[in-house]
């Protein structure tokens, strides 16, 4: 069986709650929300946030809570927002100029990837200092862990996240930085773990979000002005071989970059 989330994000213009904006007030709003998000270099507060668009912390907490409904913010554990997905979804699945949406193009990949290794596959793609996974296909056995990857968590709890972390150069500065000792000590091996990820290209480890997976990603360039995501291979950790899909991971990746350097 092969199951999972569609490349193609659902589309939002029938969701509860967003209401209509005549005159496009509230959507200029909406558009200099997601603006201000984009540019931050980490998540932001309410009170940032409306200090820099100008507008009241009573008017954006509903707008907040709409947005993170139709999944183009995400709200963090911290009470913070980050921008979420769904631009990025529906900027590589639709548009005249794109003959093969982004989803028709790798899907054939990862299904072929699935059929190799017959583990969980996916892709990781980092928004703010989180990650997603969108595509996953993956087995009977895999169905509790494929379904635990469904909602974004800490990039650095995880081989695909931090994978992205070390390829990303616009990571905050301060991640993962501590007041106590002990936290500094954490500081200071997240920052080697990212260094040797640099080094090598391929990121393995168990997840320290999702008790019982383990995960090998490689990174993908999506495109010439796509974003770079990973690959991933999960299993669980009572399966030792996982790093020996390694070949057929990087000849994937191979593939799907070679295919999209095609694409029109």
Known sequence: MVGGQNLRAARPAERAGADPAPGGGPLRKSLAVLEALAEAPR????????????????????????????????????????????????????????LHSLGHRVTPYLIELFQLTRKIVSLGLLSGTRIQHVGTLYGQEHIPLATALRRPFPAHASAAGMLLLAKNPNVPADLGEGRTRREAARADALRRDLERIRRTGLSYAPSQHIPGLVELAAPVSLGRDGPVAALVVGDTVRNRDLRSAGRVLLDTVGAIEESLARAP
């Open 43 to 98: 998540p932001l507060t309410l009170s940032e946030l409306s200090r820099r668009v100008g507008q009241p912390k009573s008017t954006l907490h509903r707008q907040m809570r709409i947005l993170t409904e139709l999944g183009l913010v995400i709200r963090m554990e911290s009470k913070s927002y980050q921008l979420g997905t769904y631009l990025f979804h529906l900027a590589s699945t639709s548009g005249p100029a794109r």
